[in-house]
């Protein structure tokens, strides 16, 4: 791995390209501890550790950050294939060939827990097969590989896009869980919003970070941090113990983060952002 690039080069990176607003109006920048935490965030995805990022940093949109991904690159802080994806007013930065791998994943080894937490219910529970999912991924994995077979050749990074048939069906929700690789993702009947059942549940919250010595020296990143209903643990077990072991092992094949940490604690909160 080639030289870490400065702390500020980072933080002059992210302020000039993820300017969000007006170009007449005065913009407020980002902070250097965001902006360093956005570097690390997309370099957890340049390593391997997951298959994309939600940028949820500001409002930026999708050529702003693949500008922003090109200075990463012209610092010698990526190395591996980062492309941009907008769906609906969000936008996730991916690797396109680990996201192939996490849905083909799904298909073939169930590797990740659906839970339907709609509002209608009054718990929790494993989804079924009107979720839907199942043919949902495999109708988005032959989208990403035609869209790898053309314009994906090319030199990253660059806006992707699904087809307007497949965007229309996903619950966005249940996508954004799969391609972040998280072992349970949620899913909920679109028709009735996006409320659920899932007040005052207790959730089981497993987190995951590390140091990052390629950001900053002494800097620490959160990698991921997901959540499951605390009364699905003995249903979701086998994912998430699947999870486990595959982040350990895709840990020790990288060398931008050192010094693993795995936390678990139990929360129970009146309202969850879905």
Known sequence: MSAAPPADLLVSLAQQCLQAGPK????????????LDLAAQILVVDSG??????????????????L?????????????ALHVLPLDG?????SVDRAILRLEELLLKDTVAIVDVSRSRSAPAIAGPESGVRELTLDTVADLRIWRSGAGRDKPPQVISLSEAVR????LC??????LGYPATYW???????????SMVPLRVRAVSASCPAIAPGFRAQI????VPDLLTPDTRGAVDCWTRDMQEKFSQQLAFTDISLSTETIALPSVAL
């Open 224 to 227: 991921c941090s997901f959540s």
């Open 174 to 179: 249940t996508l954004f869980g799969i391609l």
């Open 188 to 198: 909920f009947e679109r028709d009735g919003g996006s409320d659920s059942c899932l």
């Open 49 to 66: 550790l997951k298959p994309a990022y939600l940028y949820d940093v500001n409002c930026a949109g999708p050529e702003q950050i693949c």
């Open 168 to 171: 229309s069906r996903w619950n």
């Open 24 to 35: 007449k109006k005065k913009t407020k920048r980002l902070p250097p501890s965001v902006c």
């Open 68 to 80: 922003y991904l090109d200075g990463l690159y012209a610092a010698g802080l990526l190395t591996g």
């Open 90 to 94: 969000s936008v996730l930065v991916l």
